[in-house]
């Protein structure tokens, strides 16, 4: 049985590696790139364990995208770029690699809304240059008019690209305002969004956009593009738009739901106002319509209609899961059936404001409250995440994790956003690993780890301060790159809205990074490599060795920091929990034991032995420059504890949701492995003005 899975695996890679898949069993083959939006963030699937598993993903074609991101290391397109290979490497470590565009003044999409971005070779980065390059696009938040996009994309985008990095690919004004997060066809050609016009009763439009590339528009010239009746044979660029109607066909509002594509049954959902639901199909085959039959458009709850969040269709269960203002959770049929979770809601705060993370592989549905409404956590509400299998019956409670405090409303906490899965959840065969939420939504925001056995969820493990006073976070992005310099590294992704304690930030909006790279057995570490323990600290390779043995297990980690553990070759020092930020060195200062600083070679150094440092005429002392090494600083005793395992951008506002294109090493393409997300509000965007940003930043240094 085993060595049938096997030969069917590896026969459907062979497919899947020619760039090819079956969109839908009656469905000639359609070519696919590489899609990244935010449905890949919120429909996601565990390695398949047994053959029914297999059988169940196999036609998902979001299943194959999150194998080829993870599976096929990506290369330039030769003759791309013209550089040297010298050349190459030279950018490949600048310190200014990424770029920020400015999208208008007061551009703002939303804290949950994600850029998308599409390529269209699975293991070529292209750039400008090539007849079909990468590229991405930012929604502005800004009503569309003759002076400004409301949605734009950009191509050249990497720093190994030669000429004018990045350049506007198009840009469109659409006749309205987008406050969601854009999506794909399969083949990349058409673009998913929904926008909003007229005031002050909103009416929503589901836009489907034949975008053609431009060398002469900009975010600030941007092409007017009407409804083309001609629709999907006309051409590029051209529109259609199909407004939103209730049951009555009365048109409704959508400024909180995303377009969700059903690729193989060329399907999309779109959630809405006063609690809709509409199915659009079909999407991209032929002229799109709503569905209007089979009690669709359907208003999952009459009693107490709200605005409905983002839907994510799960094709193993044949459902759509969705939440709302209100706080309930749903379950919804292809036919309409509706199944609600409990009679009372899940969030009784700002209500499911995320869309659910739905893991198509083992059946798991995970839902993000704000509030949980009862007095469990000091007297006041929680913050949690709860489980619920995909089959979930109606009043089910499901499992629940608890993510920091909330508040009683008024004033209501802020919104609990998505979390990420690390990559130990994607390679553990069933389902085990840990996710990780920006909770605490009724104080400071904190960054927590929820730990996953089997697909059971535990306490959450309580991780690092994001800011110094109560505001809103974002959603989390886990990025695990195995091609990184000096090995695997994984990172998680995550913004405080104001008052961010990066070291980089000011004490303004922050985008911030943690190494969350799990420790792995018989696997030979380098000195300075670092892992994440299971207390949230942080673990610094002070001696180079190989690992223990998976029978063996984790090293007795040392809780202390600075503290040394050996594991079995290698040797670790604690440079304690993680932190956003680190101080630097004070003269003639009482340090206490574990305080930490950055020295002045940039490496964290520790307190292990408690006291007061060298005064001002003496200077600080000569640090020792390896880890696990003492420097002694009159009374002070201090280990190096390795370089700093975060990194921090300014981000006003902070971030929406963050993306990343590639998992690629610098030697094969220069910039070719960073992150994207837009700010929240005005800032300096590089060189083109200010305004609301379209960032591109390193997965590592964030710079």
Not at 63 to 76: D, E, I, K, S, V
Not at 94 to 110: E, I, P, Y
Not at 188 to 209: D, E, K, R
Request: proline residues 6%.
């Amino acid at each position: 049985m085993k060595r049938r899975s096997l030969g069917y695996m590896a026969g459907t890679s062979v497919l899947v590696a020619l760039s090819w898949i079956l969109a839908g069993q009656a469905a000639p083959p359609v070519h696919q790139g590489l899609p990244m939006d935010w449905s890949h963030r919120h429909l996601v699937f565990s390695p398949p364990s047994n053959d029914a598993q297999a059988a169940a993903v196999m036609y998902d074609a979001r299943y194959w995208q999150q194998f080829n991101r993870t599976h096929f290391a990506r290369t330039l397109n030769s003759g791309e770029a013209g550089l040297s290979d010298y050349a190459l490497f030279a950018n490949a470590v600048a310190s200014h690699s990424d770029w920020s565009q400015n999208l208008g003044s007061g551009a703002n999409a939303g804290p949950g809304v994600y850029p998308a971005k599409y390529s269209f070779q699975i293991t070529t980065a292209t750039c400008g240059s090539g007849a079909t390059p990468d590229y991405v696009v930012f929604s502005t938040g800004l009503v569309g008019s003759s002076t400004q996009a409301s949605i734009v994309a950009y191509d050249n985008l990497y720093s190994g690209c030669s000429g004018t990095v990045p350049q506007v690919y198009w840009a469109y004004n659409t006749g309205g305002v987008v406050l969601t997060s854009p999506t794909f066809s399969l083949d990349g050609t058409v673009v998913a969004f929904v926008q909003t016009s007229g005031s002050p009763a909103g009416i929503a439009s589901l836009v489907l956009l034949k975008w053609a590339r431009s060398s002469t528009q900009t975010v600030g010239a941007p092409r007017t593009l009407v409804k083309n009746p001609a629709y999907p044979n006309c051409s590029a660029p051209c529109m259609t738009t199909i407004i939103l109607k209730d049951g009555s066909s009365v048109a409704t509002d959508d400024r909180t739901s995303s377009a969700f594509v059903d690729y193989d049954n060329d399907v999309i959902w779109v959630g809405g106002g006063r609690g809709w639901l509409h199915k659009i199909t079909p999407a991209f085959r032929a002229t799109p319509a709503e569905v209007t039959t089979g009690g669709f458009p359907l208003q999952v709850n009459q009693t107490n209609p709200t605005d409905l969040s983002s839907p994510v269709y799960d094709s193993r269960s044949r459902s759509v899961f969705v939440g709302d203002a209100g706080g309930f959770f749903y379950r919804v049929s292809a036919t309409g059936v509706v199944t609600v979770t409990a009679t009372k809601q899940l969030d009784f705060g700002t209500g499911l404001f995320a869309g659910p993370i739905v893991d198509g592989t083992t059946g798991r549905v995970y839902v993000f409250s704000s509030s949980d409404g009862t007095k469990n956590c000091a007297g006041l509400p929680c913050a949690a995440v709860y489980q619920f299998a995909a089959t979930f019956p109606a009043n089910a409670a499901g499992n629940k994790a608890v993510v920091g405090t909330s508040q009683v409303a008024p004033p209501r906490p802020n919104p609990l956003f998505a979390g990420g899965f690390d990559a130990n959840y994607f390679s553990s065969g069933n389902a085990t690993g840990n996710l990780y939420v920006c909770g605490n939504t009724g104080g400071v925001p904190r960054l927590y780890r929820i730990p996953i056995n089997a697909g059971t969820m535990g306490p959450a493990v309580t991780g690092p301060a994001l800011s110094s006073v109560t505001t809103g976070c974002s959603p989390v992005t886990d990025i695990s790159n195995p091609n990184a310099a000096g090995g695997t590294k994984e990172w998680i992704f995550a913004s405080a809205q104001a008052s961010g304690l990066g070291n980089k930030c000011a004490a303004g909006g922050c985008a911030m990074n943690f190494v969350d790279t799990p420790w792995l057995p018989s696997h030979a570490y380098a000195v300075g490599q670092q892992v994440l323990d299971p207390s949230f600290n942080v673990q610094t390779c002070s001696t180079a060795g190989t690992s223990r043995t998976a029978a063996l297990g984790q090293p007795a980690w040392n809780a202390t920091v600075g503290g040394l553990t050996p594991d079995a070759g290698a040797q670790w020092v604690n440079q304690g929990p993680h932190a956003a930020a680190h101080g630097a060195w004070q003269a003639n200062h009482a340090y206490q034991l574990a305080d930490s600083i950055i020295d002045t070679n940039g490496n964290i150094q520790v307190v292990t032995t408690p006291g007061t440092s060298r005064t001002a005429a003496q200077g600080h002392p000569t640090w020792a420059t390896s880890p696990s090494n003492i420097t002694n600083d009159r009374a002070v005793r201090w280990s190096n504890a390795g370089l700093p395992a975060t990194a921090s951008l300014p981000a006003s506002g902070g971030s929406g949701g963050i993306i990343v294109d590639n998992i690629v090493g610098s030697g094969t393409m220069a910039g070719a492995s960073q992150i994207y997300f837009s700010t929240q509000s005005n800032q300096a965007c590089g060189t083109t003005g200010t305004g609301g940003c379209a960032v591109q930043a390193s997965q590592s240094g964030l710079q």
